[in-house]
């Protein structure tokens, strides 16, 4: 229960009477020993000596204190004093994970902590810090600060070396009189990565869906226009026209799948997935797709339980891209083999699935970058097979949700394997 004002008095005021009788407690008791001594030896009566033992406490409360005394109570008052006023600037400097540098009313540093050093390289007393920051917005932002009565300024600073990085920096006065003033960095390079991966997204997506629409929009003119009395081309351009809607639709459900896959990425998934089932059901739904490329698929599966945790119909997506993948890409190798089976290559317990085929593969140079968003390594050829582009993407974003990884092995001329790394629980 929180204490009253009276309360917290009181115990302050108890707390103060004992520390004044613990400082006098030798002169109190031999005082005491004193008064007692006369009464057992010289005979003074109980009521005069209880009324001295009395006087004698209160003149102990009221005595004036000994500068030991003083020395003792003001030692004990800075034990008691708030932690944050024996904190040192340096400590609070340090404790900062951002750059921090401290410099003083003539310019020169006074003290930078551990990651403005790791940032920039070496800055020691008394280097100016007009020295060190040499490009404008640092120079105009210091001489704001130190000529502006330290109101706080803001710039944003690019280190190029040894990488590009992107800072906001605060410069502003530390208190008031002091003659410090302190640059604080707030590294904003994430954040405007994030920021340009957005924007690129955006224009892909967006150019994605306006070539088909710029598509159908011609057609329609024209079937309103030139092409209005005739039948044939009438039949040609509606084809062409469905066609279009067709990779427009497949284009919106990719980029919904996106969304609703990374507005939750760390739900863990959680019920017993069959993959043999599972992958099974993948190879009976594009059975058309394989008998229309002319690829036979093949099956090479462990005995045994294959069973992981997860969510049956994002993996059924998952194996159900790379075999349509298999099957478009590595149409010319003739086959797709399927194959599961347990390792503890990787060390840890895992179950894989390869999705195997014997096309022209994948050059060395695209394979890390497949997984991106509209990343193809032909165009032309991904949307002859009425590809997204976004297939991988989804396939990389529903294996980090089930804790799995996804690995691509390829050689020019002799095919690509794409193996789901299970962990086995
Ligand atoms: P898309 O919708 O274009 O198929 P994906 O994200 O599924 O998009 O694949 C990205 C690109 O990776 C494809 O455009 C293709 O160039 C390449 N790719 C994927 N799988 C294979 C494969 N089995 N063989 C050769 N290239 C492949």
């Known amino acids: 229960m929180a204490e009253t004002s009276t309360q917290t008095r009181t115990r302050r005021t108890a707390k103060l009477t004992a520390g004044r ?5 030798w002169m109190l008791a031999a005082a005491i020993l004193a008064v007692l001594a ?15 033992i009395v006087a004698l406490v209160l003149v102990a409360l009221i005595a004036p204190r000994t500068p030991a005394a003083r020395r003792m109570a003001e030692a004990s008052a800075r034990v008691e004093r708030s932690p944050l006023d024996r904190l040192s600037g340096e400590k609070l400097a340090a404790a900062v994970a951002e750059p921090l540098i401290i410099f003083g009313r003539d310019g020169t540093v006074v003290h930078a902590n ?116 005739d039948p044939n081309a009438r039949d040609q351009f509606l084809q062409i026209m469905q066609n279009q809607t067709g990779r427009m639709a497949r284009l919106i459900d990719d980029l919904l799948s996106l969304s609703r896959l990374e507005m939750k990425p760390y739900l863990k998934p959680g019920v017993r997935v069959d993959l043999r089932q599972t992958v099974e059901a993948v190879i009976d739904s594009l ?81 890390p970058r497949v997984t991106e968003r509209f990343y193809r390594v032909d165009v032309e050829t991904s949307r002859a097979h009425k590809g997204t582009g976004l297939g991988l993407s989804i396939v990389k974003h529903i294996l980090t949700r089930h804790g799995a990884r996804l690995s691509i092995r390829s050689k020019l001329g002799e095919g690509s394997a794409f193996t789901v790394h299970f962990p086995v629980a």
């Open 114 to 229: 551990e990651a403005a050093e790791t940032a920039f390289g070496a800055i020691r007393p008394p280097l100016p810090v007009l020295l060190k920051f040499r490009a404008p917005e640092m120079q105009a932002l210091i001489e704001a600060v130190l000529g502006g009565e330290g109101t706080a300024q803001t710039a944003d600073y690019v280190e190029r070396v040894p990488f590009e990085r992107v800072y906001r920096v605060t410069a502003s006065a530390v208190g008031r009189g002091t003659g410090l003033f302190v640059l604080a960095f707030k590294d904003q390079s994430e954040a405007r990565r994030i920021d340009r991966m957005r924007a690129d997204f955006i224009a892909n997506a967006s150019h994605e869906l306006r070539t088909p629409l710029a598509s159908i929009a011609g057609f329609v003119e024209t079937l309103r226009g030139p092409a209005r009395n």
């Open 287 to 367: 059975a058309p797709l394989a008998a229309g490329t002319g690829v036979v698929i093949e099956r090479d599966f462990a005995e045994g339980p294959l069973e992981v945790h997860g969510d049956r119909d994002e993996l059924f997506q998952v194996f159900q891209n790379l075999l349509e993948n298999a099957c478009k890409y590595g149409q010319s190798g003739g086959r797709v083999v399927m194959s599961m089976r347990r390792s503890t290559e990787g060390g840890e317990p895992e179950i894989e699935v390869t999705v195997r085929d014997f096309g022209p593969g994948i050059p060395d140079e695209h394979i």
């Open 21 to 25: 009788l613990y400082q006098n407690r």
């Open 38 to 52: 006369v009464r057992l030896f010289g005979g003074a009566s109980g009521g005069f000596t209880a009324a001295t």
